[in-house]
């Protein structure tokens, strides 16, 4: 009899181990610049297969009902088919203003390899507070009070029509940067359970499309534009000649009526008394509250660039985030690719650059400490900038 016992538990615990091994999706949702991101991670496998079309939703609390979300950006184009259709339906509770989105599905087969977290999509809205949350929800109908009994759970990504991420049991904390995520319940109206929150989105009131510079004769260039603002008084330009030490040179009032639009807005600044070989420049962002926030930096080392190129990678070695200042001769659009020492693409990121000096982020968290190379493709003229190296700690 005790041998009986002893190989029934045995068989129990091979399929308890074998169940365990089958691998799943789950999702987070973070905080990384100041945005809401969304991203996965395969767990107990890797998981390669198409993604298929699925609607999933977003919500924030109801007291931002006046707020609008405009088109996610896309971080990882390789794995997540071309988006998106916002909202197909939304919808006001108690509690929370719903957005759905939707996606079509992808004739690309794509691969996650097995827990490393792949950050996906950059939620946009326009029009929230300082500090608000956004929570991921079982909506897809938006609609809460009549919720689809066969058809309400979330699934931000579903591959080959089989593997999907769900909020009952799918949800990870992040280990890079942001606000980690808490699962939790929704309980009203009954069968509507499971949602995953950032603890808080940091919303500015002005979204920076670029901001770029280039030496113009004697005098330094600044051009930046903004693609929504929300009471904002103007931008304050600070100058460097170290890149630490920082002080004032101006001011630029808002061209948006009473602070606020959700158009894209252009602005220019001339430097009229540069001195010496380097010159940093950022902006102070600030609103009618005196609330602050910094832009990236933007050094002009020259005279406006003829071709585009990579001017240097800071701060190297980095941990979280690696700049890339990009040099070009014009306005275009570019994708800035990562790849590890034997050339494999580990990581890559559309931007829209201006003439003269860009710099742009490149979120480097989930990366595996090592040697990497960096490149800059554009569009225009189908150019490849030479790599450069930086290292992440």
Same mark, same amino acid.
């Given at each position: 009899m005790k041998k009986i016992i002893l190989i029934t538990t045995v068989l129990a615990l091979s399929i308890l181990a074998s169940a365990q091994l089958v691998p799943r999706l789950e999702t987070t949702i973070k905080i990384v610049n100041n945005k809401a991101r969304i991203a996965v991670k395969a767990v107990g496998g890797p998981i390669t297969g198409n993604p298929t079309g699925a609607t999933f939703s977003v919500a924030i609390p109801v007291a931002n009902a006046?707020?609008?979300?405009?088109?996610?950006?896309?971080?990882?184009?390789?794995?997540?088919?071309?988006?998106?259709?916002?909202?197909?339906?939304?919808?006001?509770?108690?509690?929370?203003?719903?957005?759905?989105?939707?996606?079509?599905?992808s004739t690309a087969s794509v691969t996650f390899a097995d827990g490393v977290e792949y950050e996906l999509l950059e939620l946009n809205f326009v029009g929230l507070p300082g500090s608000t949350s956004v929570t991921l929800v079982t909506l897809p109908d938006g609609n809460p009070s009549a919720p689809d009994a066969a058809n309400n759970w979330y699934n931000f990504l579903e591959i080959s029509?089989?593997?999907?991420?769900?909020?009952?049991?799918?949800?990870?904390?992040?280990?890079?940067?942001?606000?980690?995520?808490?699962?939790?319940?929704?309980?009203?109206?009954?069968?509507?359970? #499971? @949602? !995953?929150? *950032?603890?808080?989105?940091?919303?500015?009131?002005? +979204?920076? =499309?670029?901001? %770029?510079?280039?030496? $113009?004769?004697?005098?330094?260039?600044?051009?930046?534009?903004?693609?929504?603002?929300?009471?904002?008084?103007?931008?304050?330009?600070?100058?460097?000649?170290?890149?630490?030490?920082?002080?004032?040179? #101006? @001011? !630029?009032? *808002?061209?948006?009526?009473?602070?606020?639009?959700? +158009?894209? =807005?252009?602005? %220019?600044?001339?430097? $009229?008394?540069?001195?010496?070989?380097?010159?940093?420049?950022?902006?102070?962002?600030?609103?009618?509250?005196?609330?602050?926030?910094?832009?990236?930096?933007?050094?002009?080392?020259?005279?406006?660039?003829?071709?585009?190129?990579?001017?240097?990678?800071?701060?190297?070695?980095?941990?979280?985030?690696?700049?890339?200042?990009?040099?070009?001769?014009g306005r275009d659009n570019v994708t800035l690719v990562v790849t590890d020492i034997y050339g494999k693409n580990v990581k890559q990121r559309a931007a829209n650059v201006e003439t003269g000096s860009n710099t742009i982020p490149v979120d480097?968290?989930?990366?595996?400490?090592?040697?990497?190379?960096?490149?800059?493709?554009?569009?225009?003229?189908?150019?490849?900038?030479a790599v450069s190296k930086f290292v992440k700690q």
């Open positions: 006046a707020a609008s979300m405009t088109a996610p950006t896309i971080i990882d184009p390789t794995r997540i088919p071309p988006l998106f259709t916002i909202p197909i339906g939304n919808y006001s509770d108690a509690t929370y203003e719903y957005f759905n989105l939707v996606y079509t599905s029509g089989a593997i999907v991420s769900d909020p009952l049991n799918l949800f990870y904390q992040s280990a890079t940067s942001g606000a980690p995520t808490q699962p939790g319940d929704y309980s009203a109206p009954p069968g509507i359970v #499971g @949602f !995953v929150t *950032s603890t808080s989105l940091i919303t500015l009131p002005a +979204t920076f =499309i670029n901001f %770029s510079g280039y030496k $113009n004769g004697s005098k330094n260039t600044l051009l930046w534009a903004t693609a929504s603002e929300s009471n904002n008084r103007g931008f304050e330009v600070l100058r460097s000649t170290d890149g630490t030490n920082y002080s004032s040179i #101006g @001011f !630029v009032n *808002s061209l948006a009526p009473a602070g606020t639009s959700t +158009t894209n =807005i252009s602005y %220019s600044f001339n430097d $009229n008394s540069v001195a010496g070989n380097k010159q940093y420049y950022r902006l102070k962002q600030v609103d009618i509250d005196n609330r602050s926030k910094l832009s990236n930096i933007v050094l002009i080392t020259g005279a406006k660039p003829l071709t585009l190129a990579i001017a240097g990678v800071f701060p190297n070695p980095a941990n979280a985030e690696v700049n890339v200042i990009i040099d070009a001769p480097i968290s989930a990366l595996a400490k090592g040697s990497y190379l960096v490149k800059v493709l554009c569009k225009s003229s189908d150019c490849e900038t």
